[in-house]
C-alpha cells in the first residue's frame, strides 16, 4: 500500500476551480512537513505548496499565491490543496510528497522521501 495516494485532479476551464487531497499513512503519516509539487510535459517538477510542523506554517510558490490554499488535517492524515482561479499554465501532474527537510531545503524536491504517484490537473481556455 501506497504511503500517500493523490485525489481529485481532472479538467476545468480557466478560472475555475479544483481541489487535491493525499491521504497519508504509514511512515509518510508522522513526517512534520507535507508539501504540493507538480510537473508540466517537458518541464522539471516544481514545488507549488507546503505545510510545515503540522499546519502551522504555510508556504507557496510565488505564482500560485492569492489563488491556491494548503492545509492539513493530521487527525485524519489528509493534505489539501484548494485550487481556485485556475490558469492553464497550471497544467500538469500534481503530486503529494512528505517529508523532514531543514528550512532551507523545504522548497527541494530532493528533500522529501515519501511521494504519491500524481493526480493530472489539466486547464482549458
Known amino acids: 500500500q501506497a504511503d500517500l495516494i493523490e485525489s481529485g485532479g481532472g479538467s476545468v476551464q480557466a478560472g475555475g476551480s479544483l481541489s487535491l487531497s493525499c491521504a497519508a499513512s504509514?511512515?509518510?503519516?508522522?513526517?512534520?512537513?507535507m508539501a504540493w509539487f507538480r510537473q508540466a510535459p517537458g518541464e522539471e517538477r516544481v514545488f507549488v505548496a507546503g505545510v510545515r510542523r503540522g499546519s502551522s506554517y504555510l508556504y507557496y510558490a510565488d505564482f500560485v499565491k492569492g489563488r491556491f490554499t494548503v492545509s492539513r488535517d493530521r487527525a485524519k492524515n489528509t493534505f489539501l490543496l484548494q485550487m481556485n482561479s485556475l490558469k492553464p499554465e497550471d497544467t500538469a501532474v500534481y503530486y503529494c510528497?512528505?517529508?523532514?527537510?531543514?528550512?532551507?531545503?523545504?522548497?527541494?524536491?530532493?528533500?522529501?522521501?515519501?511521494w504519491g504517484r500524481g493526480t493530472q490537473v489539466t486547464v482549458s481556455l
Open positions: 510528497a512528505a517529508g523532514s527537510p531543514i528550512l532551507s531545503s523545504q522548497r527541494r524536491d530532493s528533500a522529501y522521501v515519501y
Open positions: 504509514g511512515g509518510a503519516s508522522s513526517r512534520p512537513s
